[in-house]
Nanobody
Framework: QVQLVESGGGSVQAGGSLTLSCAAS????????MAWFRQAPGKERDGVAS?????????????AYDDSVKGRFTISRDNAKSTLYLQMNSLKPEDTAIYYC????????????????????WGQGTQVTVSS
């Protein structure tokens, strides 16, 4: 059983930055695909970014992003620390949401951010609020 705990959320002004972290425990997630999702008030939960077990984010290998965050957000992971990250730059008010990390033992459809069903484990979420 995997437990996921997000941290790093908060309130920032538009144009600011935040880095979210997601610490995994209970079992190794080194071979899991992982992702960040977000849910704004009154809206459905949407995929933000996903990453494969041995991705190279700097080279753009093994990562996928929603069009709304491309060029602003970077997903990364440290398998030795069992931690997933989301670096968020140039934040906009429309980025305001609860952000959730998720882990899947299967990497089928890992790059399709419309699909959340493969993700078996979820964190409790962390609030990100961006003011204009």
């Amino acid at each position: 059983q995997v437990q996921l705990v997000e941290s790093g959320g908060g309130s920032v002004q538009a144009g600011g930055s935040l880095t979210l972290s997601c610490a995994a425990s209970g079992a190794t997630t080194a071979n899991y695909c992982m992702a960040w999702f977000r849910q704004a008030p009154g809206k459905e939960r949407d995929g933000v970014a996903s990453i494969t077990p041995r991705a190279d984010p700097a080279a753009g290998i093994g990562t996928a992003y929603d069009d709304s965050v491309k060029g602003r957000f970077t997903i990364s992971r440290d398998n030795a620390k069992s931690t997933l990250y989301l670096q968020m730059n140039s934040l906009k008010p429309e980025d305001t949401a609860i952000y959730y990390c998720a882990a899947s033992p299967s990497c089928l459809s890992w790059s399709d951010l419309r699909v959340s069903s493969p993700y078996k484990y979820w964190g409790q979420g962390t609030q990100v609020t961006v003011s204009s």
